[in-house]
């Protein structure tokens, strides 16, 4: 088997297996951070788990790159895994593997607009917006002139600052914080470019769809009519010339 058709194999085997992967990274990470009086064995599996998936994404992303063909362009385009492995505060940015998956549910949804806003409208936000609250909690809740100091506070400025709504009555006041905070807005702008993307998509398509229901319509009908003028003009004949044309006269 050639290098290709093993790296194509390859990401198609791990795909699923990573996913899981960081969703058990997700709960990993953000257990301790919403259960601060957790016991500290289990805090600290927690920590080991982390470190784990982290070596098996280093791995992948190892791999990956031994398998491409150039390795320079293969590290261009992959700058962000790069640095989400290299820098432990992006670290639960890793978690964002799993919008991989929301391209798999979208094709299997239904293909009307309900079914993809579904997936990307929840999917998208949910997974950016719990990231970025335990993100954001993890950085602040020790300091003491943050102003969020629990997963609501986290949870409530992870929404207004989705929506673009942006109160200020709960901000991030550390780097690590306004880092995932910076992460959040830029997040943000591109799930809602996808959405209105599907959204200008659907309505072209369903315009277009009418237009040719319309085409098809007005082709029926015309059809018909030139049916009914046939059978007007035969109903129109006189007995003598209907008897002329039947056969064997």
């Known amino acids: 088997m050639g290098r290709d058709a093993f790296a194509e194999q390859y990401e198609r085997g791990a795909e699923w297996p990573l996913t ?25 599996a927690c920590s080991v788990a982390a470190v784990a998936i982290w070596a098996v994404f280093a791995c992948d992303f190892l791999l990956r790159l031994a398998l491409a063909r150039r390795r320079l362009r293969f590290l261009r385009e992959h700058v962000v895994d790069l640095l989400v492995l290299a820098l432990p505060l992006l670290r639960p940015l890793r978690v964002l593997r799993v919008v991989t998956a929301l391209g798999r549910l979208n094709r299997r949804a239904a293909s009307s607009l309900r079914g993809r806003a579904i997936v990307y409208v929840i999917g998208g936000v949910g997974l950016l917006g719990f990231t970025a609250a335990v993100a954001v909690l993890d950085a602040e809740r020790s300091q003491p002139s943050a102003n969020i100091k629990n997963f ?42 996808v959405v209105t993307a599907a959204l200008a998509s659907w309505f072209v398509e369903h315009v277009a769809r009418q237009e040719r229901d319309e085409a098809d319509l007005r082709e029926q009908v015309s ?16 007995p003598s010339e209907l008897e002329s044309n039947e056969p064997g006269r």
């Open 20 to 44: 899981v992967a960081a969703v058990l990274f997700l709960v990993a990470y953000s257990w301790p951070v919403m259960e601060p009086f957790m016991a500290e064995g289990l805090r600290h």
């Open 223 to 238: 059809a018909l009519v030139e049916e009914v003028r046939a059978l007007r003009a035969e109903l129109g004949r006189s």
């Open 152 to 193: 609501g506070d986290a949870a409530w400025w992870a929404v207004t600052t989705i929506t673009t709504v942006g109160y200020g009555d709960r901000f991030p006041t550390t780097g690590a914080g306004r880092i995932a905070g910076v992460g959040l807005m830029l997040g943000g702008i591109a799930l809602l470019g």
